[in-house]
């Protein structure tokens, strides 16, 4: 079958009209005819000869045949063989579009190149492909599947592909492309598994590729070769964006940071052309709380926190819910964040010691003095006397004791009730035992395992009183513990300056039951606990005051107390909701209803679950309340969505993922190019043109012989006219 | 009907006749002249429409109020009644043979040309009317009267009208107004004049010359001498065709100019025609190929016609 290599050079075949128009005009006539008169007679135009009056019909077969096989000699004509017509069916792709819907497609314009993109990329298609569409955000969503579209035939594939599309609308969740990616490549592997020869395969992403979404998990695996990515990059009409987020409250004694401060992040994205930007309150109605707002100044690529004092607003007494807003920011999707903070809850912490002693040689006079409070929980010391009586009312909010070698049996056993109910007791030995120098006289250790026998009846324990040579420092520190994580780090770990003047030795530990956290020099235990119910009971086998050691002095002992109360009571962090994240359980089931959301359309829908069963995740910013509870609920963006500065497309040969470039019109697809490139090859070696070169070269010089010949034919004739 | 061409009955029977091109192929004109008047008085005889003549004399009944002066008293002597005798001088009659001299006289598709045919049939009439005794004279002219002698009836008249007529076409163009303005200027008596022309110029500007002519009572008789060609314009090819008299050249292919010039030329006819009838003008197409004979016979049954210019 005869095929052309360039087949528009045929149009130059048309040229032949030329020689024929040329043939047909009618020459002027040389001879003059003189006539009585010209007035009867109009001047007609050279006009065109009927068909049958053209001359010189061989000379005109002639230059037609020279123009004809010059055009074909320039289309390159070559013969298709059944190898080149094997080769020319299209191997059918597996594609995958992932469309990115998370929060950062809100962006102006983003959006709609999305869909422009993706729409281009499915029509650019081959209609031999199966395409599916899913939608990504931290987690993939089929709108339409590779089964589904290999089950359709062939002319509905790209149709359907391309109404799965329609009426998708970007979310508010995050995007984790990296996992996304993966999730991808294994349907497509999932897809071909079964194939001996794998059809070729090909992930096409529509994104705004921001430099929020995790790429970490691309390192885990070796990306297969035969799957290129064909990255379809969205771009805003604006590029910059600056986004605020909330930081969590710590405890943090380095920052002077009040209860009733919020420490704002502002960050400002590499490509933004605004740099000043406003904060400013309001309450869950979306109205300012104050006229003035505060100014910040953030230069392109940087970022600042801003200390701000929070605007205290109570509704029945209850604290209300805040939003704080970014103004002068061209993006408006992550330019609000909302603010909860709810009823700071009261805990007490008791120290049983007696107070008749001097201050400076008790347990309370420096345990009291360590502030234990957290943001949302307001810890109070008391001090008991243990001969005083202990009420019911004061069981409430108890989290820590703190109890001396003063304490009796009785209290003993009212605590054991509720060490069993989770309370933690840290029992200091901090007297001496038996009797002592002088007329002093020590703490009974009789007494001492008596109350250990209230707690533990089954240890058979003795405790003495240890002699110390000059003194005795802490060994043996189990760093791994909460008691002394903070200090695991060498620069704190130094306890070589906190000497025990005096300690308890206690024998008959079993190792088994009791954890010990520390032992003295000499190999006694020090610090040691043991769970008793859900609570915990510490012991320390000597006092922290002076008399007993330099513990109460040192530097470790504020975070030592403060680490006995996080132990009793875990520290709570203020609740941190991010949209995509999955909802706890204790609100998973109520009936929320949105107060404040970042759209207004948005409002007054329920807090909508993805699925009911197990997979509820907070889809929407804002406030929400449950119908039937007093407490609110604040949902922000996820702080990724904010970063929206581009990602390097290198980045993702960094993982080695081939990059392919989008099919369009003009780039034909691989398989058409190496088409093109067999059609050269064969054209090349048949090098027909060469031939038809030849024949127009004969042609030409029959066509000079001829033309000569006629020429000279008509010299002779019109001589003898004359 | 003034316009009238040659019966294509007569024409069939041309072989009859003498034939124009050995006729035409002697250069004598006096020889020729003389040949066609034999023919035509030879065939006269055979011709049943014999007995009419240039002059044709009328008896009329006299009416009360007509000059006695016309009244035929021997024929009175005779019948015993009164006639009228009219044209008693018909036979000195005078005529003029106008001959056109113009360069597209000089056209000819065939062996001669136009000008050969109209100086033969003007020296054939000449000779005729010389033998019925009229007093004959020429004149030629182009764009103005170049050459004229006076209507005579004597020896050697025939040779003078001989030797106008022998002088070839040195005019340019056709203007037959100045001519006739001369003509009916110069000829002072009622007279004949036959103009033999190819009448190729607007027929409008004929009309006052013409009027002209008429009103001073003279005779008019226009013979138009016509090439065959110039009737249909048959070619086979494309040509530049270069007018004669202004040299004017225009490229003219026959197949596709034939039917406009047809229909031209039929236009520039009837014009002609227009302008003639209402002066009463007789009008005879000839083309160069027409027997002469049949042409004096033509001219002959034109006289005789009732064109009204008889009316004094």
């Known amino acids: 079958m005869l095929s052309f290599l360039t087949p528009l050079y045929l149009l130059a075949g048309l040229a032949i009209l030329a020689p024929i128009l040329a043939h047909l005009v009618r020459k002027r006539p040389r001879e003059v005819m003189d006539f009585s008169s010209v007035i009867f007679l109009d001047a007609s135009p050279p006009r065109l000869t009927n068909r049958n009056r053209i001359e010189h019909w061989l000379l005109l077969a002639l230059r037609s045949l020279i123009l004809l096989a010059l055009a074909l000699a320039f289309a390159r004509p070559y013969l298709k063989t059944l190898i080149e017509q094997q080769t020319s069916a299209y191997p059918a792709k597996e594609r995958i579009l992932l469309i990115d819907t998370s929060a950062s497609m809100r962006r102006e314009g983003v959006w709609e190149q999305a869909i422009q993109k993706a729409k281009e990329y499915i029509a650019n298609s081959q209609p031999e492909d199966s395409i599916a569409v899913v939608a990504m955000t931290d987690r993939i969503e089929s709108l339409h599947s590779l089964e589904h579209s290999r089950q359709s035939g062939i002319s509905e594939r790209k149709i359907l592909a391309s109404k799965s599309i329609d009426g998708v609308t970007p979310t508010w969740l995050s995007c984790d492309l990296g996992q996304c990616m993966l999730q991808a490549m294994e349907l497509l592997n999932d897809s071909r598994s079964d194939q001996e020869t794998k059809t070729p395969a090909e992930i096409a992403i529509v994104s705004d590729f921001q430099s929020g979404n995790p790429l970490d998990s691309l390192g885990s695996i070796q990306w297969p070769q035969d799957i290129p990515i064909v990255p379809l990059v969205c771009q805003p009409k604006v590029p910059g964006n600056a986004t605020i987020s909330i930081l969590p409250r710590t405890d943090d004694s380095s920052t002077a940071i009040s209860e009733n401060t919020e420490r704002i992040l502002v960050r400002n994205a590499n490509r933004s052309k605004k740099d000043r930007f406003s904060l400013k309150w309001l309450d869950s109605d979306g109205k300012p709380i104050a006229a003035e707002s505060q100014e910040v100044f953030v230069p392109a690529g940087q970022q600042q926190i801003l200390v701000l004092e929070r605007p205290t607003l109570e509704s029945n007494g209850a604290q209300s819910p805040l939003v704080i807003e970014l103004d002068g920011d061209d993006q408006w999707f992550d330019n609000r964040q909302y603010l909860y903070r709810g009823k700071k809850q009261k805990a007490k912490a008791i120290c049983l010691d007696s107070k008749k002693r001097d201050p400076k040689d008790s347990l309370w006079y420096f345990a009291v003095r360590v502030p234990i409070s957290q943001p949302s929980l307001d810890v109070q010391w008391e001090i008991f006397d243990p001969t005083e009586e202990f009420k019911e009312s004061d069981h409430k909010d108890l989290r820590l004791v703190i109890a001396s070698s003063d304490l009796s049996a009785l209290w003993a056993q009212k605590l054991r009730e509720l060490i069993e109910n989770g309370l933690h007791v840290w029992w200091i030995l901090d007297r001496p035992t038996g009797t002592l120098q002088g007329d002093q006289a020590g703490v009974d250790p009789a007494r001492l395992e008596e109350i250990w026998k209230t707690w533990f009846p089954n240890d058979a324990v003795a405790i003495s009183e240890r002699t110390i040579d000059r003194f005795q420092l802490l060994q043996n520190i189990d760093m791994s513990h909460p008691m002394f994580s903070a200090f695991s780090d060498p620069k704190f770990n130094d306890f070589t300056k906190i000497r025990f003047w005096k300690h308890r030795q206690v024998q008959g530990l079993s190792s088994n039951d009791w954890r010990i956290l520390a032992n003295y020099d000499d190999g006694t235990p020090a610090i040691f606990q043991r769970p008793l119910g859900k609570g915990m009971v510490s012991v320390v086998a000597s006092g922290w005051q002076p008399i007993e050691s330099q513990l109460a002095l040192s530097s470790k002992f504020v975070p030592i107390v403060v680490a006995m109360f996080e132990q009793a009571s875990p520290l709570q962090q203020d609740p941190d909701y991010r949209c995509g994240e999955r909802i706890p359980s204790q609100l998973a089931l109520e009936n929320w209803q949105s107060i404040v959301q970042q759209q207004s359309d948005d409002v007054g829908k329920e807090l909508r679950l993805r699925d009911p069963q197990n997979d509820g995740v907070f889809i929407a910013p804002g406030i929400f309340k449950a119908s039937d509870q007093e407490e609110f609920v604040a949902v922000n963006l996820s702080k990724s969505e904010g970063l929206t500065d581009p990602i390097d497309l290198e980045e993702f040969a960094r993982f080695g993922i081939p990059i392919g470039q989008p099919t369009s019109p003009s780039n034909q697809p691989e398989s058409v190019s190496r088409k093109n490139q067999l059609a050269e090859q064969m054209e090349a070696s048949q090098g027909g043109w060469w031939w038809i070169l030849l024949a127009v070269s004969i042609f030409a010089g029959l066509e000079s012989l001829i033309a000569a010949w006629r020429t000279r034919h008509w010299a002779s004739l019109s001589n003898n006219n004359r | ?312």
């Open chain 2, 1 to 312: 009907m003034n316009h009238s061409s040659l019966p294509e009955s007569q024409k069939e029977v041309g072989s009859l006749w003498i034939d124009l091109k050995t006729l035409m192929a002697v250069r004598n004109l006096q020889w020729r002249a003389q040949k066609v008047v034999d023919g035509f008085q030879t065939g006269l005889h055979r011709s049943p429409k014999h007995g009419f003549s240039v002059e044709f004399s009328e008896y009329r009944p006299y009416c009360v109020g007509d000059d006695p002066k016309t009244i035929d008293w021997k024929l009175f002597a005779r019948t015993d009644r009164y006639y009228q005798k009219r044209f008693e001088d018909e036979t000195n009659r005078r005529c003029y043979l106008v001959v056109d001299q113009s360069k597209s006289m000089q056209f000819g598709s065939i062996a001669y040309n136009k000008y050969e045919y109209a100086r033969t049939l003007a020296a054939t009439l000449a000779l005729f009317l010389l033998k019925q005794r009229d007093a004959v004279g020429a004149v030629a002219f182009d764009q103005h009267v170049s050459d004229w002698l006076t209507a005579r009836f004597r020896t050697g008249q025939f040779q003078r009208i001989l030797s106008i007529l022998s002088k070839s076409c040195s005019g340019l163009s056709t203007d037959l107004v100045a001519p006739l303005e001369q003509i009916a200027n110069l000829v002072k008596h009622r007279s004949l004049i036959v103009i033999i022309s190819d009448f190729l110029v607007d027929p409008d500007l004929l009309h006052s010359p013409l009027s002209f002519l008429r009103a001073r009572k003279h005779e008019v008789v226009l013979l138009r001498v016509l090439d065959p060609m110039e009737l249909d314009f048959k070619s086979d090819k494309p040509v530049l065709i270069r007018d004669m008299e202004s040299m004017a050249e225009r490229f003219v292919d026959p197949i596709m100019v034939r039917e406009s010039y047809k229909r031209k030329f039929d236009a520039h006819s009837n014009a002609l025609q227009n302008v003639l009838s209402p002066l009463g003008i007789p009008f005879v197409d000839l083309t160069t190929t027409d027997p002469l004979e049949l042409v004096l016979s033509s001219f002959l049954s034109t006289r005789q016609a009732p064109t009204g210019q008889r009316a004094s």
